[in-house]
């Protein structure tokens, strides 16, 4: 069986999607999740896009040791030098430059003709190899390029030592047999082509990204890119989950696979949903909520009879547990612990202590805690990040009837260490406490978006919020749970602002991208 490469570009692709604003610790998380998922090379980020993308990705490249680390880079010298100070802690450095190379974006975007285009790609491949043993090269915007000028410009880069060469569909624009056959071509035209690895990257416009990745591998691909729930630009880019389960199911007509441990499918996903604040929809494939429930009379009753009738996929292969675990409000802190690091986590004793206590405050409420409740207390306290002074919620109050205007009385503790207090109306119970949020933050909010979800289930599961707003001209989103959706929602508020707060204070010095 051929084996194929899986890049991972949650970090970067799915990152770069509206409303999604991940901090270091939370990238971090999921890059430890995504090298127990094996994916082969994770794209971290974008050094010289920002600091704290900078500090991100170096963080990942000095921990993560299990899966190649890179970052994205123009094919300019100071994105190069930028990125190589973040990747250099890596095992094998591995720089992802690219620059367009269809008509559109060279004339419009960059404004250069094809001969200058070569030129600078050539150039920048020479200086990445200069400094990082692997360099993957894309040329944006592939699929809408010549044919024949991707011809020139793959076997010039190859020449200048790229090692592995991307073939994006960056607009989502191609259907299968179309992108397989730009693989087939270069791989029959291009000299060379067989010392580096080619790589698909497909975007879902058209809802055909895994469809056409497949059709790469089949027209000699070694590499696949996409994201975790298909996170990305716009609609989003081909799904991993989806394709490594579609490769492993039907095995009996592939010749090839990848080496992703499908087992760790189902916490991969719901990590990266929880961290993003991205819900999943019901009916997506593999991680949906639907996925494996048979709902009509006739199919359910084809499962009693024999499994196989109506289910392509069981639950247990992408790692979905149906046993309930068994912690309740008499667990010790040592059973608690022990659970944590079964599932793991990698908590100092201090992180461990104060998961506990929550784990406590939790268990007075709710008689079993289940295995997504535990995953969500450790996450929390693993992405706790503790340097930015930020605001914190003391207590909020809500007084409702349907008779009469909902009030809220919030109390929060300034960044300054400061007790505030205010009070105040609104139409709806959600509303009356963003009002007082409101005035109690110093900046201006405008609210966009607010959700509220449950994790796990049953009637006593943990509420999830999410909110996306503007604060400062700047979009942000923040998220938290808690067992009461208002509380969730008052600290989902505040989460976002003080992420904004901590963006802040981390000076940007992307000029443009
Ligand atoms: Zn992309």
């Known amino acids: 069986m051929r084996k194929i490469d899986v890049f991972d570009t949650t970090l970067r692709d799915g990152e770069q999607s509206a409303g999604i604003n991940l901090n270091t610790a939370e990238k971090l998380e999921i890059a430890k999740q995504l090298e ?3 994916a082969d090379v994770i794209e971290a980020g974008f050094p010289a896009s920002s600091q704290g993308d900078f500090e991100a990705v170096k963080k990942i490249a000095q921990t993560v040791k299990g899966s190649i680390i890179t970052g994205l880079a123009r094919s300019v010298k100071s994105d190069i030098d930028t990125s190589w100070e973040a990747l250099k802690y890596g095992e094998q450095p591995h720089i992802h430059i690219f620059l367009a190379t269809s008509p559109i974006h060279m004339t419009h975007k960059l404004k250069k003709t094809p001969d200058q285009v070569v030129e ?9 190899k200069k400094k990082f043993p692997l360099v993957q090269w894309s040329a944006e915007d592939a ?5 024949e000028f991707l011809i020139r410009v793959v076997k010039e880069v190859i020449k200048a030592g790229a090692t592995t060469i991307n073939l994006p569909d960056t607009v989502g624009y191609a259907t299968p047999s179309e992108y397989g056959a730009m693989f087939r071509h270069l791989k029959e035209n291009v000299p060379g082509i067989d010392r580096v690895k080619l790589s698909a990257h497909c975007h879902n416009d058209l809802g055909m990204a895994v469809a056409n990745t497949i059709a790469a591998i089949e027209n000699g691909a070694d590499q696949v890119e996409g994201t975790i729930n298909g996170l990305g630009e716009r609609a989003g880019n081909a799904a991993l989950e989806e394709l490594a389960v579609a490769l492993h199911i039907r095995k009996d007509k592939f010749t090839f696979g990848t080496d992703v441990k499908l087992d760790e499918i189902k916490r991969t996903s719901q990590l990266v949903s929880q961290l993003t604040g991205m819900a999943i929809q019901a009916n997506k494939a593999v991680v949906g909520k639907n996925a494996f429930a048979h709902e009509s009379g006739i199919h359910q009753d084809g499962m009693l009879k024999e499994r196989t009738t109506y289910e392509i996929i069981t639950p247990e292969l992408i790692g979905e547990n149906s046993t309930q675990l068994v912690l309740g409000k008499h667990s010790g802190r040592h059973a608690f612990k022990n659970r944590a690091i079964e599932l793991g986590f990698e908590l100092s004793d201090e992180k461990i202590n104060e998961a506990f206590k929550n784990f406590k405050v939790l268990a007075d409420k709710k008689k079993e805690i289940s295995e997504d409740d535990l995953y969500v207390l450790l996450t929390d306290q693993q992405i706790q990040e503790e340097d930015v002074p930020v605001y914190e919620l003391k207590s909020v109050q809500v007084q409702y009837g349907n008779g009469s205007i909902p009030t809220a009385s919030v109390s929060v503790i300034s960044p300054d260490g400061d007790l505030l207090q205010e009070a105040s109306t609104g139409s709806g119970s959600v509303e009356a406490i963003c009002n007082t ?28 919020a999410v ?15 808690a067992q009461d959706v208002l509380e969730a929602s008052a600290k989902a508020y505040l989460n976002a602002i003080n992420r904004q707060l901590v963006n802040e204070s981390k000076k940007s010095y992307a000029k443009t991208v």
Not at 437 to 464: C, F, N, P, Q
Not at 467 to 481: A, F, I, L
Request: aromatic share 6%.
């Open 143 to 147: 699929f809408r390029s010549d044919p």
């Open 437 to 464: 949020l409101e005035r109690l933050v110093k900046g201006t909010v405008h609210l966009l978006d607010y959700r509220v979800t449950s994790i796990g289930k049953g009637r006593d599961a943990l509420g999830e």
């Open 36 to 38: 127990r998922f094996n």
């Open 120 to 128: 600078i790609a050539v150039e920048s491949v020479k200086h990445a």
């Open 467 to 481: 909110v996306n707003m503007t604060y400062n001209g700047k979009s942000v989103t923040g998220r938290d749970v």
